[in-house]
């Protein structure tokens, strides 16, 4: 590989935009769309200057440069036209090309629970009155309202990526695409006013990234990155993300720098729960804190159905769930008016689509519903909100469970007993899993509360849930921690939160996986008094394909004593498994301020461990303190999804389809197929390759590939070292503009 410069253009190209080396041909572009104007952000090895940046596009008069990077990586942004930018491509210099990414907001008192309040107030610890005072705390966001009065003492100022001055501002006057994402993180971290963030005191720093209905581009985003960096801030909060888990998107790896750099990195795992793989960029950022949530001290609301909880997530908005109750359920079709003639004082279940959640809700409302179910289209849970307050209860529950309760419907009169109960310490459904792809590590790292958190939004205060509500907890522990250890580096506050951090259970009180939950809960009030630390956090062993049955994998692990004492460490053998045996370090003291590289060996014997995926935790103890490490050991090619991300949209502009997939370990075959609706009759292929590289994938659907117009189902499929993923999904083509 050449040594000299490497791009990145990070732009909607019609061509294949895999990552690949330059030396690649690439498919032609049809002429019509040459002149087409895109925005690229160019990577290069060195840090150029702008005079140097101003010669390497010298040639390309039909480029204009943007902004320049040298703190997130050595780069810049550009836009030109498609023709111009494949020339750039073409450049010598050029190693890679990755598609620009839309990223949008993740969406008993928490604080308490993490150990937060006990460090701002108990005398007895040895770090008392920690209120993150001093400590510079960047919001990538959408904003946030600096007027508010929980938050205008905290508030240092920031920068406008979407207006492009010196105002961050939620976004406001714009109906539904108003924003409060921003300002809600922001109190979580900070408030001090009505409601105490995890540290009162620290200093927030905003950076509009994410602009109206909270979306915004990877340019915004490394470009309020930069800035952070120059603006010399501690800690950096990313309560954003995409569905793509895969480690080496730019904004990941923008994140890793920033680490590099002395920047402590918290970002959003997603809410893509509860499978696994579901974490998402820039959540798999391998240096940064990812963060899933679990649930704070909560009442949640459930119906019983065949033994098994069905847990509602209730939306923003509507009444809450009081109380034991019994209501008749029907069957609501996806919630227009003229399929609720029957609901009054009933239970109403709706199946997500067509209308919006309001919409929906509103026509049962005004028909006389005692309450409203919201089935998913998709997998996962239905985490949602409503517009406008209804005095009625909503909430959602996944497509699966939405099925199930429509076939009892079928059977006869379905009555269902609408419970809650308390539950503290649970992974949230929503919360996504890990591991990464590719590089195998454990995400997320930590849990932190991220269900039914009460924070600032502009004009007063809200609950919210998500992932995004979890990761400004763990950064105002961040900055708790940095309060009382100034001297420490990134590496050493994510080890100091995961070594302490509590596993939790699910509710048959069995541990939750360590690629579901990291090192567990945040304890910040154990942290801060770790006299020892194990760094990395976790271990990944890597993963492996089988030469003979007998193989052994060392990783390397850093002990540190950064108390004022003598440390005696003594680690524990972890769970027997077979197959599977350990060489662990012997007993060893460690003098105040010493560190050793202690080697751990796992060895495997593939005629006993038959499993594709191997984590737990190993344990040790420091004096008094009990800490853990997970770890994680992945054989050949593990049960992962071969396709991510699909989307298939009309370009309405161009009279044409495009599509965009993330094949996380690439596919030896991959295809889209065309079937008539009804008859499932095969059509055609849209596209179909071979051999196509791991990342992201976006082209355009060719015109004479394109059929007559009608209702179709689509599956796309990716196929990898023996298995095969496939997606359906439904689209109508229009030929007419």
Not at 111 to 121: F, P, S, Y
Not at 522 to 546: C, H, T, W, Y
Request: charged share 25%; aromatic share 6%.
């Amino acid at each position: 590989m050449r040594k000299n410069i490497i791009l990145i253009a990070l732009c909607t190209l019609p061509w294949n935009n895999n990552i690949y080396a330059a030396s690649i041909d690439l498919p032609t572009i049809p002429k019509e769309n040459l002149n087409e104007q895109k925005i690229a952000i160019i990577k290069t090895e060195d840090n150029l200057s702008n005079n140097e940046i101003d010669h390497l596009l010298s040639t390309f008069k039909m480029i204009k440069k943007r902004n320049v990077f040298h703190e997130v990586f050595n780069g810049f942004s550009v836009e030109g036209s498609i023709a111009e930018l494949k020339k750039l491509s073409e450049n010598h210099a050029v190693e890679m090309v990755s598609p620009v990414q839309t990223y949008k907001v993740e969406m008993e008192n928490p604080v308490q629970l993490i150990g937060a309040e006990t460090i701002k107030g108990n005398i007895n610890l040895s770090y008392p009155y920690l209120t993150g005072k001093g400590i510079k705390i960047g919001v990538i966001d959408t904003g946030i309202d600096y007027k508010h009065p929980d938050l205008q003492r905290n508030y240092k100022g920031g920068w406008d990526f979407v207006d492009h001055d010196k105002k961050p501002m939620e976004t406001v006057g714009e109906g539904e695409k108003n924003t409060m994402h921003g300002t809600h993180v922001a109190g979580i971290i900070a408030a001090d006013g009505k409601i105490k963030g995890v540290a009162p005191k620290a200093e927030i720093i905003a950076y509009r990234a994410l602009g109206p209905g909270g979306s915004g581009t990877t340019e915004q985003i490394l470009a309020a990155m930069e800035q952070a960096i120059k603006d010399r801030v501690d800690i950096v909060n990313l309560s954003l993300g995409s569905d793509i888990n895969g480690p080496d998107l730019p904004i990941s790896l923008a994140l890793n720098k920033a680490v590099e750099k002395g920047i402590v990195a918290v970002a959003a795992a997603g809410n893509a729960g509860p499978a696994e793989w579901t974490v998402g960029s820039p959540g798999t950022a391998s240096k940064a804190i990812s963060v899933g949530a679990s649930t704070p001290n909560v009442k949640i609301p459930y119906i019983k159905i065949n033994n098994k909880l069905l847990l509602l997530n209730s939306m923003k908005n509507s009444e809450s769930w009081n109380g034991a109750t019994t209501m008749e359920m029907i069957d609501g079709g996806i919630g227009k008016k003229k399929e609720l003639q029957d609901v009054k004082g009933k239970l109403v279940l709706m199946a997500r689509g067509e209308l919006t959640f309001t919409e929906k809700v509103m026509n049962a409302y005004k028909n006389g519903a005692k309450a409203v179910l919201i089935s998913n289209n998709i997998d996962g849970p239905l985490i949602g909100s409503l517009e406008k307050k209804i005095s009625i209860p909503v909430a959602g529950i996944t497509k699966e469970e939405g099925e199930i309760l429509k076939q009892k419907i079928k059977i006869g009169s379905l009555y269902v007993d609408i419970k809650t109960m308390w539950e503290k310490d649970r992974l949230a459904d929503f919360s996504s899993r890990g591991p990464v792809t590719n590089t195998w590590e454990i995400k997320p790292d930590v849990l932190a509360p991220g269900v039914v958190i009460n924070s600032t939004v502009p004009g007063g205060y809200m609950t919210l849930q998500g992932t995004s509500m979890a990761a400004p907890h763990v950064a105002g522990a961040c900055a708790l921690l940095l309060e009382a250890h100034p001297n420490w580096t990134p590496e050493e506050v994510k080890a100091a939160l995961m070594n302490t951090a509590k596993p939790i259970l699910d509710r048959e009180n069995h541990l939750y996986r360590v690629y579901e939950q990291g090192a567990g809960r945040i304890q910040v009030d154990e942290a801060i008094q770790a006299n020892v630390l194990m760094i990395p956090g976790s271990i990944r062993f890597g993963k492996f394909r089988l030469i003979n049955h007998l193989h052994a994998h060392t990783a390397f692990i850093k002990i540190k004593n950064v108390g004022s004492k003598k440390q005696y460490i003594s680690f524990s053998i972890p769970k027997k498994t077979n197959g599977l045996s350990w060489k662990m370090p012997l007993s060893l003291s460690l003098q105040p301020g010493e560190a050793k590289n202690l080697p751990l060996t796992l060895m495997i014997d593939s005629e006993l461990f038959k499993g594709k995926l191997q984590d737990g935790t190993i344990k040790l103890r420091a004096g008094k303190q009990q800490m853990h490490i997970p770890y994680l050991y992945v054989l050949e090619e593990p049960d992962y999804p071969r396709i991510m991300g699909f989307d298939l949209v009309k370009n309405k502009k161009e009279n044409c389809y495009e599509y965009e997939v993330y094949l996380p370990g690439g596919a030896e075959e991959f295809g889209i197929a065309l079937f008539e609706k009804e008859s499932l009759r095969f059509v055609q292929f849209l596209d179909w390759r071979k051999d196509v590289r791991r990342g992201l994938l976006k082209a355009k659907i060719k015109k004479e590939n394109i059929p007559s117009e009608g209702s179709y189902m689509v599956k796309v499929f990716a196929k990898k070292s023996g298995k095969e993923d496939m997606i359906h999904s439904y689209l109508f083509i229009e030929t007419k503009k």
